[in-house]
């Protein structure tokens, strides 16, 4: 009989990471997938999705403005447990530390139905940082069967937790494979430098300086973290216009997560602000297009810790702790917490000090060879479909 399989998704990394899983899945031929989103991101699922050309086989469509963390973990679980219960697949896939995961785990689990984890066993150590994520993952970890670890130390973890050893299977990370992907196909088309300049809302002064001729740097930021929302946030702007007003060359695109708590500050502090560019958050494709032609990249995102070293981008991790240690142990990442005068003195540092620079852009990349999902595939195949 096939074995069916629910991939389970909600936000945008798990899309970009769960992608190449499921296509790979839907290849093999072995078993019957379908791929749900609770919708926990409207807008950008819809985007992620849309970057790999797959869309969901179910939209249970929960976001709701300025959603809380409990009302939206109830939901999940409620209409994921009522989805299961009528679809009843054999197994269920969930990826990283997300609400949808934890709420994902926990209604299958309730059906008896096993889960599989990818991207299992990152930890930072400090259920607060970061909030709540740390503590999603390692409630998914005992609620799981198999568990997909990027990295060694990440099978480490989960047998401290009492995970069987025999259940972490080692594949590196699938965002490597999301990655190389997307660098491949946009090396196969032509830059889109009209769309470009209505997707950056860039003027053709800024995208030509910044991205297309490169002729001064660029510094990418994103953040979303809720463990900054308010002063972390607010302390992130003072050092983007400090930055800007001491570098007279330097440009900042800074996609703005839709989050209100971010959005809203970001806009009073940076609208209008010259030679920064705020945009709506990128498409996939978009920004490892400009990942890839930026100077340096500031950032508090999980994924972006694991792309950017790829990419030979140095990133100022704006967090105080990371579930990617191996990006700073490499040199490529460092963690600058959210004072907004450490941010701007290593951001400072990086745009003078060529040796440094060039240090910490030229990494080994740590998480993998692109072919997590090859392997994440294959390991189910052998586990479920052998007799
Ligand atoms: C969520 C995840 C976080 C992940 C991040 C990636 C949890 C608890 N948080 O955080 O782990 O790193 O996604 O971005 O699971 N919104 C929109 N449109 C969208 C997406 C979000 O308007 O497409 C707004 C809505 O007002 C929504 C709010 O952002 O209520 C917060 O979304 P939510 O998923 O709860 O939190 P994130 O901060 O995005
Ligand atoms: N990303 C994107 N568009 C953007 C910003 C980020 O496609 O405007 C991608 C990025 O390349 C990475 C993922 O989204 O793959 C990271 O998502 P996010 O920072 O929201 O979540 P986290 O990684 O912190 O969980």
């Known amino acids: 009989m096939t074995v069916r399989i629910a991939v389970i998704v909600g936000t945008r990394p798990e899309i970009i990471k769960m992608a190449p899983v499921y296509r790979r899945l839907v290849s093999n031929g072995a078993f019957d997938v379908s791929l749900v989103s609770t919708g926990q991101h409207r807008e950008m699922s819809r985007q992620a999705f849309s970057a790999f050309d797959i869309s969901p086989s179910t939209e249970l469509d929960l976001m709701t403005d300025g959603q809380t963390l409990g009302l939206f973990a109830s939901r999940a679980l409620g209409s994921l447990s009522r989805f299961l219960e009528d679809s009843k697949p054999d197994v269920v896939l969930v990826q990283g530390d997300t609400t949808t995961t934890l709420a994902a785990s926990l209604a299958a689990f309730y059906l008896k139905i096993r889960v599989g984890h990818v991207e299992a066993g990152m930890r930072t150590g400090n259920i607060y940082s970061p909030w709540p994520e740390e503590m999603n993952r390692r409630l998914t970890a005992p609620l799981s069967s198999w568990h997909f670890v990027p990295v060694e130390r990440n099978r480490d973890h989960l ?11 080692l594949t590196g990370n699938t965002v490597l494979d999301s990655l190389l992907w997307m660098r491949d196909k946009l090396a196969q088309q032509p830059t889109d430098r009209i769309g470009l300049l209505k997707r950056l809302k860039a003027t053709p002064e800024f995208l030509d300086r910044y991205l297309i001729e490169r002729s001064a740097p660029l ?120 004072e907004s005068s450490t941010i701007f003195s290593v951001a400072a540092k990086l745009l003078t000090d060529q040796t440094d620079y060039q240090r910490r852009s030229s990494v080994q990349n740590p998480y993998g060879d692109g072919n997590s999902s090859v392997k994440i595939a294959e390991i189910l195949e052998r586990e479920l479909t052998s007799a």
């Open 159 to 169: 047998v401290k937790e009492g995970i069987p050893a025999d259940r972490c299977f």
């Open 219 to 338: 510094i990418l930021v994103t953040g979303h973290r809720r463990e900054s929302h308010g002063q972390g946030v607010q302390n992130l702007c003072v050092a983007i216009k400090q930055l800007v007003t001491q570098f007279p060359d330097l440009g900042v695109l800074f996609p703005v997560h839709p989050n209100p708590q971010v959005r809203n500050v970001v806009h009073q502090h940076l609208a209008n602000f010259d030679r920064v560019v705020l945009s709506e958050p990128l498409d996939y494709g978009d920004f490892v297009w400009v990942m890839d032609r930026c100077y340096a990249i500031i950032s508090d995102s999980g994924g972006i810790q694991g792309e950017a070293i790829s990419l030979n981008k140095p990133v100022l991790v704006t967090r105080d702790t990371t579930e990617y240690p191996e990006a700073v142990e490499c040199g490529g990442c460092q963690l600058v917490g959210t």
